[in-house]
């Protein structure tokens, strides 16, 4: 039988999972005095400069400073890979890199960090030779890991 102490009970493991549900939230700042940030995930524009918070995770998304010199993807320009999730074992939570891969190639300073959580981890490429970022696939070193829940990021441009 249902009863109000049963819907109290219910209600409270509600709020509980509420509670603890995932979020992360890409917040920009663009020192440039020109541009558009833009975040971008699977072809959809997520954001033109405005913080974003995601409900869950955050896979595979790229974000740059649109100068109308770049590409829809990037291209031409500085780009920050991210993704941001929870983890779920040991090494499989966030991961933010800069890549100057072509056909991405350096064309304001950028950097990033993660907040509420895994302070001061991030990077910075203040130059087109930089050795944070990655120049060709291999260069697996420079990605900026963060096993925290939650964790948001902040990414800068014109540092």
């Given at each position: 039988?249902?009863?109000?102490?049963?819907?109290?009970?219910?209600?409270?493991?509600?709020?509980?999972?509420?509670?603890?549900?995932?979020?992360?939230?890409?917040?920009?700042?663009?020192?440039?005095?020109?541009?558009?940030?833009?975040?971008?995930?699977?072809?959809?524009?997520?954001?033109?400069?405005?913080?974003?918070?995601?409900?869950?995770?955050?896979?595979?998304?790229?974000?740059?400073?649109?100068?109308?010199?770049?590409?829809?993807?990037?291209?031409?320009?500085?780009?920050?890979?991210?993704?941001?999730?929870?983890?779920?074992?040991?090494?499989?939570?966030?991961?933010?890199?800069?890549?100057?891969?072509?056909?991405?190639?350096?064309?304001?300073?950028?950097?990033?960090g993660y907040f509420g959580g895994c302070e001061p981890a991030g990077a910075d490429c203040t130059f087109a030779d930089c050795p944070t970022a990655f120049h060709v696939p291999t260069d697996t070193q420079v990605q900026v890991a963060?096993?925290?829940?939650?964790?948001?990021?902040?990414?800068?441009?014109?540092?």
């Amino acid at each position: 039988m249902f009863s109000l102490r049963s819907a109290f009970l219910i209600g409270l493991a509600a709020i509980a999972v509420g509670v603890n549900a995932e979020t992360h939230t890409v917040h920009f700042a663009n020192n440039c005095g020109f541009g558009t940030p833009t975040l971008i995930q699977g072809g959809n524009v997520l954001s033109t400069g405005g913080d974003v918070t995601f409900g869950g995770p955050l896979l595979g998304a790229i974000a740059y400073l649109q100068t109308g010199g770049c590409g829809f993807n990037g291209e031409g320009c500085t780009l920050i890979e991210t993704t941001l999730r929870n983890p779920t074992s040991p090494g499989s939570g966030s991961s933010t890199d800069i890549s100057l891969i072509p056909p991405h190639s350096f064309s304001v300073t950028s950097g990033f960090g993660y907040f509420g959580g895994c302070e001061p981890a991030g990077a910075d490429c203040t130059f087109a030779d930089c050795p944070t970022a990655f120049h060709v696939p291999t260069d697996t070193q420079v990605q900026v890991a963060c096993q925290v829940n939650n964790v948001n990021l902040a990414i800068t441009f014109c540092l």
